[in-house]
């Protein structure tokens, strides 16, 4: 499986762009702080931005194409490719792309590549994607982890796993967050042959060099993806660090360890901030988890409004998990009245947008 992103990200940190608390980050893309501008479209890829201000967020880029394509005219072109406070326009989204890349915004050359691999917007053609990966991958480290998928995968070009290989070796050496994906593809057996020891070796190395996608990638190896190296004590540590380091999965994993005393003594007071951090780190399960423990009162204060809150805002900006979660707070009462119409209503939602647990929970409670 392809293994492009959608965005190039840098590291994120809870502040100063906060799911929360956008109102600063807000203000400052306002006043034309492109990184400001670039990190709110990072929490809306994320689900995390409510919806009341993604057409401010549209509003505060919109134009910029026109004034001075850059960061902002990239943002204005992924805005348009989500349809987040304005409507999803793939040709407009790609001309975006294509003036910020013609502008030097590597990102927007990776995601113009994005567009020409699936024709979204623009006629389809692999070799041009191809073309566009390459010349970003000189100047952006993500942009060669694409690029290395498609050398290795064969897409626009001759097949060549090996030198896909080479080129994510080179840039996980200069690099870390290639780490992580190099191990995953040398244990996915897509287009190189299984080698779980490379792997381990790659993402030790990472991990020891701060990159939390490795600590992730070996803390899932004793969770069970190697099952003879299962040992969820030995994965804490490792949990810990990927966490500390903004792995929203990882605290969201850790958060589950102390809920069910997995490897380490059971604590809800320990669970809640770890499932709140992975919540504003852009982790769906974290958010529902901990909204959860806001209605229940469970490891936290117990904050019936903010709990539901905190679903609604996420179910509202694509997350299917929050939905249902929702819904089944309603259909059960917990922390909430009790409102059978509604949660049918969520259970569908959720549905449709391909959660299949939901789908057997709407069967079920509209018998």
Request: hydrophobic content about 40%; charged content about 25%.
């Amino acid at each position: 499986m392809l293994g492009l992103l959608v965005l190039a990200k840098p590291p994120v940190k809870p502040e100063p762009c906060m799911a929360m608390k956008p109102e600063p980050c807000l203000s400052a893309c306002e006043k034309g702080d492109e990184k400001a501008c670039t990190d709110l479209a990072i929490l809306v890829e994320d689900g995390l931005l409510p919806p009341q201000y993604h057409e401010r967020l549209f509003k505060a880029v919109e134009g910029a194409c026109d004034e001075r394509p850059g960061r902002r005219c990239f943002v204005t072109g992924m805005l348009r490719v989500w349809g987040v406070g304005t409507p999803k326009d793939a040709a407009r989204a790609a001309q975006d792309l294509s003036h910020a890349c013609d502008a030097g915004v590597p990102m927007a050359c990776a995601n113009l590549a994005l567009r020409y691999l699936r024709g979204e917007g623009v006629e389809k053609d692999p070799v041009l994607a191809r073309k566009l990966a390459s010349a970003a991958c000189e100047q952006n480290y993500e942009a060669c982890i694409n690029l290395a998928h498609m050398i290795g995968g064969g897409i626009g070009g001759m097949n060549d796993p090996k030198a896909g290989k080479a080129l994510l070796e080179k840039t996980c050496a200069a690099y870390v967050p290639a780490c992580a994906r190099l191990a995953r593809v040398l244990v996915s057996e897509t287009w190189l042959a299984r080698d779980e020891k490379r792997a381990l070796e790659v993402a030790r190395s990472g991990c020891d060099r701060g990159g939390g996608g490795s600590c992730e990638f070996l803390a899932n190896v004793y969770l069970g993806a190697f099952p003879a190296m299962r040992d969820d004590r030995a994965a804490v540590p490792l949990l810990e660090k990927a966490c500390a380091l903004d792995s929203g999965l990882s605290c969201h994993n850790l958060a589950v360890l102390y809920t069910e005393g997995r490897g380490v003594k059971a604590s809800a007071q320990k669970a809640a901030p770890l499932a709140e951090r992975g919540c504003l780190l852009g982790e769906q399960r974290a958010c529902a988890n901990f909204a959860l423990m806001k209605l229940d009162g469970r490891g936290t204060r117990k904050d019936v409004q903010g709990g539901r809150d905190l679903l609604e805002r996420s179910c509202d900006a694509g997350a299917r998990l929050s939905c249902h979660v929702l819904g089944l707070a309603l259909a059960g009462g917990r922390g909430v009245k009790r409102d059978k119409a509604a949660a049918i209503k969520l259970f569908k939602r959720a549905c449709a947008m391909g959660h299949d647990p939901a789908c057997v929970d709407e069967r079920k409670l509209d018998r």
